[in-house]
């Protein structure tokens, strides 16, 4: 009754229609990307210029520790100042850590000195001008797997 | 709601107590029927048990239609209460609305001890008597009333309360929103409902602002009921009525020199902002003040943006950290902005940018790649099932 021919088309029908399937559910529940999403980077802030960095626990800066682009580094909780030098301009950031976390400086395209979360773990980043909230940011960490959540 | 009443009880209570005494009902409702007598009454209540004298005194609108049974009461330290019977007769030719009578009883300052003439103020307490006179027909009063949805947005509610001995069949309301500059930005209608005599019902309606500037707005609106209309006007602010800091810097700078500070300023609303202002303090180790200074004086148009310097003489300032406050004030409104200067040699750092940082979970995506497993699964196992399937009828029907 049934010819090999009919089983091969059969079976290619429901290959196919198994994978629209699946690619309609991910396309649902969030944006149409099946593939990884690029070379997008988790970045929590960044400094307009600069290739290092100077983190201290207090502003005189007298018992920092330098870190350089490409460095990856662990800080407890606490409240840490960031320094960056670049062109004897200096940016000088608070950063308060209300959880331990692993950081990951980068250079990025337009030469900004980037701090992306280099750890596993998905980190909130609500960001303060002048004392004022002015948003929070979710980023997933560059190491990030459904086992770490 | 009890948040009013509590504060209400409490209002109360304190003015009676200054008076030491008070009447109860402070109001009587009747309704109107011209030419009806009635017979009424109210206590007065010594609340501290003192020797007074009070009179009562008819005044308002309708004052001539009282007739007091007593005009003038003394009460004992014994004396917790007196009831004070009076007839009012309705008077006919009113108008529709509220009318009024108001009894007024005040204290009578006790001079027999000084034996002096006294010269100073009474203290004096109302009760009234109301008439409600209908209005004829149809007839409704509304206001309306502008505040923040609970959800996001603008609310506009319209209280709307038939007066009238007939009932409304339709009520409903149409706003129109105007910028300062007599623009419209926005056209709503509310709900529909009928409204039955003597009744209150709300209309409401909830504009979503989320694409809205901020900034001050003019709500116009019509309240139609049936064949008539009511008016209404009322001006309302959208989002933070504020000004923002976007930015400090300070260029330029060696230390004991004048420092110009540049605050970028930025107006979030449709109106423009006159008189703006930075005052600047810097604390020193100990928290006192070591220097105050302040801008000129700016107007920033709506939507603008706009630097303001103020300048800071460093004669005498030594290198170091330095808690400061920028104060930005604007009309009656002021906002306060916690600074660190860190001052070097040749410059001074404003850090003012921060992050707080935190761990944020992330089970979302473990759920959705574990339901996308199951669902991949389930498929795999169909196609064997089918291909098995197939694979056996086809083998039988070619033996």
């Known amino acids: ?149 | 709601m009890k948040l009013l009443l509590i504060v209400c009880f409490f209002v109360l209570i304190s003015s009676v107590s200054v008076s030491g005494f008070g009447v109860t009902p402070a109001q009587q409702i009747i309704s109107y029927t011209p030419g009806e007598e009635h017979k009424l009454s109210f206590d007065i209540i010594n609340f501290e048990g003192k020797k007074v004298q009070l009179i009562a005194l008819p005044q308002g609108e309708l004052n001539q239609s009282l007739k007091l049974s007593n005009f003038s009461f003394i009460f004992e330290p014994t004396t917790a209460s007196q009831s004070v019977s009076y007839s009012f007769k309705t008077p006919g030719g009113l108008a529709p609305g509220k009318h009024s009578a108001d009894i007024l009883v005040i204290e009578i300052p006790d001079t027999s001890q000084s034996g002096e003439n006294y010269i100073g103020s009474v203290v004096g307490i109302i009760t009234k008597v109301v008439v409600d006179v209908p209005y004829p027909g149809k007839y409704v009063e509304s206001s309306l009333s502008v505040s923040s949805a609970k959800e996001g947005g603008i609310a506009f509610v319209f209280p709307i309360v038939s007066k009238g001995d007939l009932d409304i069949a339709r009520a409903k309301a149409v706003i129109e929103i105007f910028t300062p500059l007599n623009e419209k930005v926005a056209s709503l209608i509310t709900n529909e409902i009928p409204v039955p005599s003597h009744e209150r019902r709300e209309l409401a309606v909830i504009w979503d602002t989320s694409s809205v500037k901020s900034g001050k707005y003019r709500a116009v609106a019509t309240v139609l009921y049936d064949e008539s209309t009511i008016s209404l006007e009322r001006e309302f602010a959208v989002g933070a009525d504020t000004l923002k800091i976007n930015n400090v810097e300070v260029n330029d700078f060696a230390l004991g020199g004048i420092a110009k500070f540049e605050f970028l300023a930025e107006n979030p609303m449709n109106i423009p902002m006159q008189g703006v202002y930075i005052t600047m303090q810097i604390f020193n180790e100990q928290e006192a003040i070591l220097a105050e200074f302040k801008s000129a004086t700016y107007d920033i148009d709506a939507f603008d943006k706009k630097v303001l310097v103020a300048f800071w003489d460093t004669e005498g300032v030594k290198k170091g950290s330095y808690p400061a406050k920028a104060i930005i004030k604007f009309g009656e409104q002021s906002l306060q902005h916690e600074l660190t200067l860190e001052v070097s040699d040749d410059e001074i750092n404003v850090v003012g940018l921060g992050y707080v940082i935190k761990s944020a979970g992330g089970k979302s995506s473990n759920n959705l790649v574990t339901l996308l497993g199951v669902i991949v699964g389930i498929l795999v196992i169909l196609n064997l099932v089918w291909f098995l399937m197939l694979r056996k009828k086809v083998n039988s029907s070619h033996k």
């Open chain 1, 1 to 149: 009754m049934f010819e090999k021919k009919h089983i091969l088309i059969i079976d290619a029908v429901l290959i196919i229609g198994s994978l629209l399937l699946v690619a309609g559910f991910v396309g649902y529940t969030q944006p149409f990307v099946i593939a990884p999403l690029g070379d997008s980077l988790p970045l929590l802030f960044s400094f307009p210029a600069g290739n290092s960095i100077l983190i201290d626990t207090n502003l005189s800066f007298n018992s920092s520790q330098l870190y350089l682009a490409g460095e990856t580094f662990s800080l407890d909780s606490g409240k840490y100042y960031w320094k960056v030098v670049a062109n004897s301009v200096s940016d000088i950031r608070v950063v308060t850590l209300e959880s331990p976390a692993t950081f990951k400086l980068a250079i990025s395209d337009d030469d900004s000195l980037i701090v992306i979360n280099g750890g596993s773990e998905k980190l909130s980043v609500t960001t303060y001008n002048l004392g004022e909230n002015v948003g929070t940011l979710f980023v997933t960490g560059l190491n990030f797997s459904s086992e770490d959540s």
